[in-house]
């Protein structure tokens, strides 16, 4: 991850390559044969099985992400709205203008295509895995908040988390389906930014200790596991485990986050590259693969059949890695020009966090 100070953070981009590959993993093992319902034999792979928690994964690295760019810094609200209107826009401009001609050309009126994506910047509904860009918006909106609130005292995100559990308890006692709140909006999300920023604040790029990363790991493993086993994403509409869901996501990836980011593990130089890339050219994986990955798995079945998980997984790795090719076509065409109309958004200021200093910078 390139700041638009130039800093770079090579373990993030490696972080957003996992997270990409989860996403893409959903989508094309399901595609491909494997029945939304299975469940792996090896607990940890229920996380690719149920990549969707990829995105989570995206969410809580965002809030730590910006918690360590400005920590201990104002924060120069237009320039960063300016920033990352810039960064995220353009290929999102790209894929909602294909998008919009498609139903066009399929017999939707110009005027209810218009107002669909006009409707999607308010509300996550945007096609192609964008409405998550809606709540990445969302929490753009409250950042400057959370930073003071959690900046103040730290241990206050905890609260903030609690909160947003028990609203979504409250909703789901109304009567309300929970899941879609839990999925698809930042009343679920919610809990991933504020536990990122509170782990950049509880760690500030320090080891964490190999017994917490450990205990964290098993009990979420466990716990993941079991949802898969229950039923999964598309077994748990009405299930109230999304009450809680988010939060276990948020705490787990936080931790793995900052332990990874905080670690002094070193990968081989061309292979840390090679991932790096692969997070550097994440947002157009994420965005564009949408019209790939079915492409992708229907000519593969057209030869293997339908294929079993095992078998669907290295046919996934295969496909993805096909696919960086347009990834990295997308980035240095749409995505790329755009990023040096960045200006800083965040100066030097009186610190706001009393428990130590502030060392980040912009991007």
Not at 4 to 9: A, K, P, R
Not at 143 to 159: K, Q
Not at 307 to 336: D, H, K, N, T, W
Request: proline content about 5%; overall charge positive; glycine content about 8%.
């Amino acid at each position: 991850m390139r700041s638009s100070s130039e800093q770079y953070f090579e373990k993030l981009d490696h972080i957003r390559a996992l997270a990409a590959f989860m996403v893409f993993t959903w989508h094309f093992i399901h595609a491909a044969g494997v029945p939304v319902g299975y469940v792996p034999t090896l607990p940890v792979l229920s996380l690719i099985e149920e990549g969707h928690t990829g995105v989570s994964l995206f969410m809580t690295l965002s809030g730590y992400l910006f918690a360590k760019l400005l920590d201990g810094r104002q924060i120069i609200y237009k320039n960063f709205l300016r920033n990352r209107s810039v960064r995220l826009l353009p290929l999102l401009a790209f894929v909602l203008l294909i998008t919009a001609a498609g139903w066009v050309a399929n017999g939707t009126p110009v005027q209810e295509a218009a107002a669909w994506i006009a409707l999607g910047s308010v509300l996550p509904m945007w096609p192609n895995g964008a409405w998550s860009i809606t709540v990445e918006w969302h929490f753009y909106l409250i950042l400057p908040a959370l930073l003071f609130i959690v900046g103040i005292r730290r241990e206050s995100a905890l609260m903030l988390i609690f909160a947003a559990i028990g609203l979504r308890l409250s909703l789901f006692i109304a009567g309300w389906e929970i899941q879609p709140i839990g999925y698809w909006t930042i009343i679920g999300h919610f809990d991933q930014f504020v536990a990122g920023i509170y782990a950049w604040h509880l760690y500030q790029g320090t080891r964490v200790r190999p017994l917490v990363i450990l205990a964290v790991a098993m009990v979420f493993v466990t716990f993941y596991h079991g949802f898969n086993i229950s039923g999964g994403f598309y077994g748990s509409q009405a299930s109230p485990v999304w009450i809680y869901l988010p939060a276990a996501e948020a705490a787990f990836y936080a931790v793995m986050i900052a332990a990874y980011d905080g670690s002094k593990l070193t990968l081989p130089k061309r292979l840390s590259a090679s991932i790096s890339f692969v997070g550097t050219v994440s947002y157009s994986i994420y965005l564009l693969h949408f019209w790939y990955y079915g492409p992708a798995a229907k000519m593969v079945t057209q030869y293997l059949g339908l294929l079993p998980f095992g078998l669907s997984l290295l046919c996934s790795l295969l496909a993805f890695v096909l696919f960086l090719p347009i990834a990295a076509l997308s980035y240095r065409c749409i995505e790329q020009p755009f990023l040096k109309l960045r200006k800083r958004y965040a100066r030097r200021g009186p610190h706001f966090k009393p428990e130590g200093s502030y060392t980040g910078a912009l991007r």
